[in-house]
């Protein structure tokens, strides 16, 4: 059984890789130094809290996300399904539209589902 340590560095490892940040990219946005990055991804180090928190708001996601492995705020549990990476993604995606882009991707969306229902 994987401890906490190795289930936080792998889920740091799958965002960065997910969403193609590179770790010194990532060592700079963050504010910390590769080699102290590289504790937290091979040592099996955790961070103190206000690193974690700052990693957390660099990846668009939150601190019990990458301790846990739960995402009450985007209601995804941990998992290494492809769908939870699709919805992950979708939710990014809206938290970053306007109220008007929103309507229109719903609306999309809707035309969308309305013509896999009629080639059914």
């Known amino acids: 059984m994987k401890t906490i340590h190795q289930l936080f560095k792998d889920r740091l490892i799958d965002e960065l ?14 504010g ?3 080699n102290t990055l ?11 809290a206000d ?3 700052k990693m957390a708001q660099v990846l668009n996601t939150t601190t019990e ?4 492995g739960n995402d009450e ?4 549990k941990s998992s290494n399904s492809k769908s939870d990476w ?14 008007q882009q929103i309507e229109l991707f719903l609306e999309l969306t ?10 059914k």
């Open 65 to 68: 996300y990458l301790i846990t």
């Open 86 to 99: 699709q919805k992950k993604e979708i939710n990014i995606i809206m938290d970053r539209l306007s109220s």
């Open 51 to 53: 690193v974690a928190v």
């Open 38 to 48: 590289n504790m937290y991804l091979y040592r099996g180090s955790i961070p103190a």
């Open 17 to 30: 890789n997910y969403q193609g940040i590179s770790k010194i990219e990532f060592a700079e946005r963050v």
């Open 73 to 76: 705020k985007n209601n995804i």
């Open 32 to 34: 910390i130094s590769i």
């Open 110 to 119: 809707r035309t969308f589902k309305k013509i896999l229902d009629t080639n």
